[in-house]
């Protein structure tokens, strides 16, 4: 079974702060995808950060990184200088298989002024 | 990349009724999908809608509850039909659009569905 766990359903950090969402998941696929989205309150899902799982380099966006370790099946996202603006639900999500998403329960950030 | 619109962005439905949402792309696209987010839940997979054929079900929908249409490549509907309180959810439309490939997905923006 493929799953994709999020074991924090919250998170708080100061602006400007570093944060880091964990995220674990369960494939038997060798070739797949992992990403985090973000779902602000206005509810538009956003794509923020995306890595292969063939690429042994951590993706990087600006002020989001990944910490991707395949073996441990383990992605988390660290949001670095963290903005009033970071401040939604992320979910994490793995692609496998053609098209099929699945995502994990979610983690809702506050960032705190 | 892909400019989604859904309407309507929210309802409130009695039980027993039926609504249809749409979902348009400002660009040609090759897949849809439709996607279920229930109160404080992830998002789920309800189906692939396929441009003039039958969707395709992932496991636990059928389509006599969730009917879908996809006349063209750039707009789909999704009924939810006979509703009962349980279908309350957010109903997501994501896109591939055409020439990108199955790890470039776009979300619309939703459909808040309320069912009293």
């Known amino acids: 079974a493929q799953t994709v766990t999020q074991s924090q359903p919250e998170m708080s950090v100061q602006e400007a702060e570093t944060v880091t969402l964990s995220c674990t998941y369960d494939t038997s696929e060798s070739d797949y995808y992992l990403f985090w989205y973000k779902q602000p309150p206005s509810r538009q899902m956003i794509l923020v950060i995306r890595?292969?799982?063939?690429?042994?380099q951590n993706a990087t966006e600006n002020r989001f990184s990944v910490n991707f370790q395949k073996a441990a099946k383990s992605f988390s996202l660290k949001i670095s200088d963290s903005q009033l603006g970071d401040a939604a639900m992320y979910f994490c999500a793995l692609l496998r298989g053609t098209y099929k998403y699945i995502f994990g329960t979610g983690t809702r950030l506050k960032v705190l002024a | 990349s892909a400019v989604i619109s859904q309407k309507p962005s929210r309802d409130i439905c009695q039980r027993g009724t039926s609504l249809t949402i749409q979902c348009q792309v400002d660009?040609?696209?090759?897949?849809m999908f439709w996607y279920r987010q229930q109160p404080g839940q992830s998002l789920t997979l309800i189906a692939t809608a396929n441009q003039g054929s039958e969707a395709t079900y992932e496991s636990g929908f059928v389509i006599d509850k969730f009917p879908i249409s996809r006349p063209n490549l750039t707009f789909s509907t999704l009924t939810v039909s006979n509703m009962s309180p349980e279908d309350s959810s957010i109903y997501l439309c994501?896109?591939?659009?055409?020439?990108?490939?199955?790890?470039?997905?776009?979300f619309g923006p939703g459909t808040r569905l309320l069912v009293l």
């Open positions: 890595q292969e799982a063939y690429k042994q």
């Open positions: 660009s040609q696209v090759t897949m």
């Open positions: 994501s896109v591939t659009p055409r020439g990108q490939t199955q790890e470039t997905q776009y």
